[in-house]
């Protein structure tokens, strides 16, 4: 079986090998290297959470798309936002810095469209007309059974997309440093790592 990271997981086994190739700093370096590169690709696993969770999210709109062209908009971003992650997960798996970068600014992205997302819904509640009221133009006999949640509506939508928006930018802007983060690390790496080393560890993909 291929192993899960472009890393060579074993590297104690070539100095069983007389007649290995590495000299015992060799060996040392590549040691070494694969500590930190795991320590990088472990971002690998981040984008495959937030692309999967990106996924399902963009399905669940787009179920929802013929019903509303906001839901359709929303799906689209969010599809892109999955193939950015995983896109850009490949290109780390290659010590490609493109791929850190590209996840980072894909967490800028999906901030933009959740609080574009959000701050459109604010607008449509603050100037359209009252959901719950019209519901209970149709149904007038559950006005009394929902009490004053009538009153509430507004105030509750307010703080449902105001609580999407603080979320996102905690959420998403925590996701963002942190690929930007390993982008440094990625940079650093492949300055001060042998490129022998970088072209076995891709090559053990």
């Known amino acids: 079986m291929k192993p899960a990271n472009p890393v060579v997981d074993h590297p104690e086994n070539l100095t069983d090998q007389s007649d290995s190739p590495l000299s015992p700093q ?4 590549l040691s070494q290297a694969n500590q930190q ?3 990088i690709l472990r971002a690998g696993n981040v984008a495959t959470f937030n692309g999967w969770s990106a996924s399902i999210f963009a399905g669940v709109s787009l179920l929802s798309a013929l019903f509303s062209v906001t839901a359709l908009c ?3 971003g969010l599809a ?3 193939r950015n992650e995983f896109r850009g997960r490949k290109l780390l798996r290659w010590f490609d810095p493109r791929g850190t970068r590209l996840l980072g600014w894909n967490q800028i992205g999906f901030i933009v469209l959740l609080i574009a997302y959000s701050l459109w819904s604010i607008y449509v509640t ?3 007309p009252n959901t719950y009221d019209v519901y209970i133009a149709k149904h007038p006999e559950l006005a009394q059974v929902l009490g004053p949640i009538g009153s509430m509506y507004t105030t509750l939508t307010l703080a449902v997309y105001s609580g999407v928006i603080v979320f996102s930018v905690i959420f998403q802007g925590l996701n ?3 690929y930007f983060k390993k982008d440094r690390l990625l940079k650093a790496y ?4 042998p490129d022998w ?3 076995l560890q891709r090559a053990s993909l």
């Not at 492949?190 to 790592?193: G, N, V």
């Open 26 to 29: 060799d060996r040392q370096d």
């Open 37 to 39: 590169a795991r320590n």
């Open 74 to 76: 929303v799906g689209v």
């Open 80 to 82: 892109v936002i999955a």
């Open 126 to 128: 603050l100037t359209g």
């Open 176 to 178: 963002a440093r942190y």
């Open 190 to 193: 492949l300055r001060q790592t």
């Open 197 to 199: 080393i970088v072209d």
